[in-house]
Each structure stands twice: as C-alpha cells, then as structure tokens.
C-alpha cells in the first residue's frame, strides 16, 4: 500500500525497534540513506540497527557510523518490530529479507519499485532516496545534525553523478544546501570516495581496452568474463568512462561475478533503459538500471545485445 510521507514518519514514530536495510552491492545513496535515516531515529530515542547483505566499501569509512553496518549471515534472525527498506524493492536485500519477520515500510525513489512491501513511500521525482530522507527528517521533526548530513549529503551527490545528471532538480539543490548549512563536508565526502588503489587505475586500464562499440556507435559496452575479472577485479565507475563516449546513448557493461552470473549495469542519455533492465528481472532509473542474467558471459552478452537492439528499434 502505498503512503504519504506524513503517514510514512506517523509508522516509525508508532515503533521502538527498527530495523534498516538496502539493496546488495550498495552504492553511496543506499548506505547513506540507511545511515542517516539510522542516525534520525537514534535522536528520536528509537533502537536501530543497519544490516546491509554485502560489504560495504572502505571509501564509505568516511560515513558516521560506517562500523555500525551490520551484514546478515545464513539462519540469523534478527528482532524488530519494523524492516524499513530505502532505495530498493525487498527483492534485493538479500538474507536480511529471512533474518527480519517484522513488518515492512519501503521508502524509495525507483520508478520500477516492485510494490511488495506492507507499505510503500514512493517519489520517482526523488534524485536519490536520501533526498527522501531529508524531508522524512524534517516531517519527523528532528533537528538535522552533522551526522545525518554527511550520510544524506553522499546519497544526493553519488546519485546524481555530483550533481550533474539529469534527475539534478532544484529540490535537489535545495537540499544539498540544507545538508551544508548542517555540516556537511563536501570536500571530505568527494575525496573519500575517488581516491583508488593504484591497482585499480591499472584495472581501469585493462578494462578500457576491452569497450566495443555497436549499433553505428549508439551502443558501448565493457564484457568482462570470469576468467577477466579473476586477473583483474573490476573497477568502480567503470560504466562511467563508457557513457561519455561520443554518439553513445546506451551504455552498458556486464561482469561475470561468478561463473554464469553476470551483472549488468546500463546507462542512457535519453532511452528508458529500465525498459532493458525489466526484461531481465532488473529495474532502475530511465538513465540509469541495472539488472542480474543466469547466464555465461557470452550468452548472457548475447540476450542483452538483443533486447538493446530491440529497444533502440522501438525508439527509432
Ligand atoms: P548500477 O548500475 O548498479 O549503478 O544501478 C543503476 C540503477 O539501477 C540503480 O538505481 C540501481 O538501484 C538500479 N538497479 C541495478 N540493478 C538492479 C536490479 N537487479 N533490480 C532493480 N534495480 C536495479
Ligand atoms: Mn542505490
Ligand atoms: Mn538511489
């Protein structure tokens, strides 16, 4: 059932032992989102813990309570009297979905979210979850500290590519202002999270010399296999370098985390990409999805140029 935002902060006000999760292979909005809704409900005298199925990034050390994220393991069962989902649909949250009974409040931003949960707090406009959050604060009447701004500040701005992407609104800018004035360091946060091993400017390196480029040049994309990603982890951001190629509106790049496991990420500069994402299970933003494909490198390579060649024909 889908709820407003007020309706949305009278159901965590109304428990003590909350329970916070997002998505597996977390990315800067979901564990800032998580954090700084954990640090909210904290000042609200409310009993919270995070757990996050997947390790979370050292780059994000940089967050208030960073050493608090708790990951789930097999048979765990955790008590809570609400699992409160941000950034994701309950599909993705991995072993936490067993490891908490409770009741679930989802708060999201992605168009493609899933309806699942008991209730629903859903803004497609939203940048990031954690712009969400920051209004969710503010209708809880909770005086936004230094803590709450450092992990909701990392959500707005990873999300929106530092501001620059599409889904950058004046909301956006509005409450990326509001986050400053409560302490937010933006420099701190930014340095943080683009500093790199030198082994993986190497990495990104090998992996740049693998990108094709397809459809007339409208689609790029980076295939990693197995057998490559075993040589050479792959790096963050790399469907980054891919997207800014010239002429390229779909990007995409696929690695193969486990053998016949590929993980795909996609990015557009005007296609609804979701429309790719969905037909695998996925889900996304228009310019931004991701999706998982049973496959092999190869055949999984193979389905997805498919459906991209598909969608490309649609939008002629
Ligand atoms: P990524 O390429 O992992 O950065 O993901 C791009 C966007 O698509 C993010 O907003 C993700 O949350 C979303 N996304 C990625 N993978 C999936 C998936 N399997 N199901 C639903 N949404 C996804
Ligand atoms: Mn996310
Ligand atoms: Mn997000």
Known sequence: MQISLKETAAVLKSV???VITSHVNPDGDAIGSSLGLMHALRALGKEVQVFIDDDIPAAFSVLPGYELIGKPVEGQSIPADL???VDVSLDRIGLVKE????PTLNIDHHITNDGQADKLYLDGTAAATAEIIYHLIEELGVTCDKDMAMCLYTGLATDTGWFRFSNTTPDT???AADLLACGAVPNVISESLEQR????VQNLAAAMQKIELLADGKVAGICLDYAALQEHEAPEGLIGMVR???GVDIAFTLKEKEPGLCRVSLRSKGIDVTKIALQFGGGGHVRAAGCSIEKNCVEARAD?????MQVLEEEK
């Open 16 to 18: 003590q032992r909350i």
């Open 83 to 85: 699992l409160v989902a």
């Open 99 to 102: 490891a908490v009974t409770a």
């Open 173 to 175: 800018m509005r409450t």
């Open 197 to 200: 091993p030198y082994e993986e």
């Open 244 to 246: 800014v190629i010239e």
């Open 304 to 308: 997805l140029l498919k459906v991209i």
